[in-house]
């Protein structure tokens, strides 16, 4: 089955400063897709950075970018330059393998705290 | 109004009310989806729905019943819920096929606490 690891549940970074966000899937499909999103405390999940298993390049968007390594099940998240509003919980997750949905499967989550 | 509208933002039951969640979504997306997030675990995935008709139930108790009119509304009806039942529930739209960079685009949630 598949399944999304998050193993820090809280990270503090300092204003402009980098920071990685972990994230190990498990899944046996090798056709899937990997997400990050944002939920700040309003509650909205906001879509970050997408990669795909067959992509050759890591991903990049904007400030943030997805060092992806596949042997390793990885795909973790960096964001530069770090801003007060990046302070929120960053969540990984997982396309499952679906038709005419696009089912996510969700870790439980990282919640960064940005430092000015 | 665009993207994905979730009312109440807040609500507070009893055990024995019956209330109602509601979600648009001005995106002209054809799947709808109910996650819910419970403190300190992974968004659980509820009910799945494409071209309005239910594709996907996750064991969810018949306590919770979905309705979805047609493919801009999604609604979450709640009758007689325990207080375990208390977290964020959040609304999702997408755009049909789960491929390529296609992605859920959700609400902010609606906040429930069962008394």
């Known amino acids: 089955a598949q399944k999304i690891t998050q193993t820090q549940p809280g990270m503090f970074v300092q204003e402009k400063e980098a920071v990685t966000l972990d994230c190990t899937y498990d899944t046996s499909d090798p056709s899937y897709g990997l997400f990050w999103y944002k939920q700040p405390s309003s509650g909205e999940m906001i879509f970050l950075i997408y990669q795909g298993s067959y992509d050759q390049q890591n991903a990049t968007e904007g400030r943030y970018s997805l060092n992806f390594q596949k042997a390793r099940k990885s795909a973790n998240l960096v964001i530069s330059a770090s801003q007060l509003g990046d302070s929120a919980m960053y969540f990984c997750a997982m396309r499952e393998p679906s038709g005419a949905t696009n089912k996510l499967i969700f870790g439980t989550g990282t919640l960064l705290a940005v430092q000015p | 109004e665009t993207g994905v509208t979730q009312t109440p933002r807040h609500l507070v039951m009893g055990m024995t009310n019956k209330k109602s969640l509601k979600c648009e979504q001005h995106l002209g997306h054809n799947a709808m989806y109910w996650y819910k997030q419970s403190a300190k675990k992974p968004l659980e995935l509820m009910f799945v729905?494409?071209?309005?008709?239910?594709?996907e139930n996750n064991s969810v108790p018949s306590r919770f019943s979905p309705e979805c009119p047609n493919s801009s509304h999604l609604f979450l009806h709640l009758h007689t819920l325990q207080p375990e039942d208390s977290a964020l529930y959040l609304c999702?739209?997408?755009?049909?096929?789960?491929?390529?960079?296609?992605?859920?685009?959700f609400g902010a949630g609606s906040r429930l606490t069962v008394l």
């Open positions: 999702a739209s997408s755009q049909g096929q789960g491929s390529g960079a296609n992605v859920l685009t």
């Open positions: 729905y494409s071209l309005e008709e239910r594709v």
